[in-house]
């Protein structure tokens, strides 16, 4: 056991405080107090065999995913609207939203989400501690207009500018996101290799989900959504409705916007590249063609006199 300020008080006032207004959330189990007391070890049964057995390839392990109230993390946000009806947001500028939380633990398996109530994996599907949104909408109706979001970053999980959940009826107008970064401590050979509860890092602009209807004050979508520098090692359609939960599962990297474009500029470099080689090559054998004619041609007159006399 390593503990911390928070972790030591909570086990050493459990052994002096019985009312279970203070022990509801705070609860600890004989076993975990066995385990941080007297260590893992023969004469107390191993107790952390307990609270965490090994687990096969493919079972997982009830209770992780969640913070000590019970609550599915949702990652940093810098605004959430929650079941606001009729509502006019305007005129919003929400920029610098970072999330520096490391990577879930697999010790619990491969965990499709939280399960210990009734929390809905199309919304917290794997590990959801890592996500970075500048802005949340979810089960509300009204206008968003004039909404500018700026500089999203998740070091290990997905960023979204502006996320938009179940059950949302709302019109949008003039939405502009700028610089979304997702898994930006991650590398390529890494992300390629993580397994459920942690995702492959993707980022949107707008993700939209399912069971809402967006609509537009003026316009289209394609009029009303701008965004540039959204980068991940995914990427979500920003115009379609991204309602399909396996597309987040772990799998090989889809190759982001960036990622294509540097790849295209270092082949169109190494094409031009070769093509100035091949160039001078043929300056330099033209050079000498050049200069091997002018020496013979330098003989030929006392050729032709040789042959007259």
């Given at each position: 056991?390593?503990?911390?300020?928070?972790?030591?008080?909570?086990?050493?006032?459990?052994?002096?405080?019985?009312?279970?207004?203070?022990?509801?959330?705070?609860?600890?189990?004989?076993?975990?107090?066995?385990?941080?007391?007297?260590?893992?070890?023969?004469?107390?049964?191993?107790?952390?065999?307990?609270?965490?057995?090994?687990?096969?390839?493919?079972?997982?392990?009830?209770?992780?995913?969640?913070?000590?109230?019970?609550?599915?993390?949702?990652?940093?946000?810098?605004?959430?609207?929650?079941?606001?009806?009729?509502?006019?947001?305007?005129?919003?500028?929400?920029?610098?939203?970072?999330?520096?939380?490391?990577?879930?633990?697999?010790?619990?398996?491969?965990?499709?989400?939280?399960?210990?109530?009734?929390?809905?994996?199309?919304?917290?599907?794997?590990?959801?501690?890592?996500?970075?949104?500048?802005?949340?909408?979810?089960?509300?109706?009204?206008?968003?207009?004039?909404?500018?979001?700026?500089?999203?970053?998740?070091?290990?999980?997905?960023?979204?500018?502006?996320?938009?959940?179940?059950?949302?009826?709302?019109?949008?107008?003039?939405?502009?996101?700028?610089?979304?970064?997702?898994?930006?401590?991650?590398?390529?050979?890494?992300?390629?290799?993580?397994?459920?509860?942690?995702?492959?890092?993707?980022?949107?602009?707008?993700?939209?989900?399912?069971?809402t209807s967006v609509h537009f004050v003026n316009g289209e979508m394609v009029e009303n959504v701008r965004f540039e520098s959204v980068d991940g090692f995914d990427m979500c359609d920003q115009y379609v409705l991204n309602n399909d939960v396996d597309s987040l599962q772990p799998a090989?990297?889809?190759?982001?916007?960036?990622?294509?474009?540097?790849?295209?500029?270092?082949?169109?470099?190494?094409?031009?590249?070769?093509?100035?080689?091949?160039?001078?090559?043929?300056?330099?054998?033209?050079?000498?063609?050049?200069?091997?004619?002018?020496?013979?041609?330098?003989?030929?007159?006392?050729?032709?006199?040789?042959?007259?006399?």
């Amino acid at each position: 056991y390593v503990g911390d300020v928070f972790t030591d008080i909570q086990f050493a006032a459990n052994k002096f405080m019985d009312s279970w207004y203070y022990r509801n959330s705070l609860y600890i189990d004989p076993v975990e107090e066995s385990f941080v007391f007297d260590g893992n070890r023969e004469q107390n049964g191993y107790p952390f065999m307990t609270i965490f057995p090994p687990l096969d390839p493919d079972q997982v392990m009830s209770g992780c995913g969640t913070d000590i109230q019970l609550h599915s993390p949702k990652g940093a946000i810098g605004l959430m609207v929650n079941g606001a009806q009729d509502s006019l947001f305007n005129n919003l500028y929400i920029h610098d939203v970072y999330n520096w939380a490391a990577l879930g633990l697999e010790v619990c398996g491969p965990y499709r989400g939280p399960h210990l109530s009734t929390e809905d994996s199309d919304i917290s599907y794997g590990y959801t501690g890592t996500r970075a949104h500048g802005m949340v909408i979810d089960f509300t109706s009204g206008d968003y207009k004039d909404i500018r979001i700026e500089n999203v970053e998740s070091w290990h999980g997905e960023a979204n500018g502006l996320t938009i959940y179940k059950e949302s009826h709302i019109n949008l107008q003039s939405i502009l996101v700028r610089n979304v970064n997702a898994g930006t401590k991650l590398d390529r050979k890494y992300v390629e290799r993580m397994t459920l509860p942690n995702l492959v890092p993707r980022a949107c602009a707008v993700d939209i989900h399912a069971e809402t209807s967006v609509h537009f004050v003026n316009g289209e979508m394609v009029e009303n959504v701008r965004f540039e520098s959204v980068d991940g090692f995914d990427m979500c359609d920003q115009y379609v409705l991204n309602n399909d939960v396996d597309s987040l599962q772990p799998a090989k990297q889809t190759q982001s916007g960036s990622h294509v474009y540097v790849q295209i500029g270092v082949a169109l470099f190494a094409m031009l590249f070769v093509l100035f080689v091949g160039l001078c090559m043929y300056c330099i054998l033209d050079q000498r063609k050049k200069a091997a004619r002018a020496e013979f041609s330098e003989f030929t007159p006392l050729l032709e006199t040789d042959l007259e006399t």
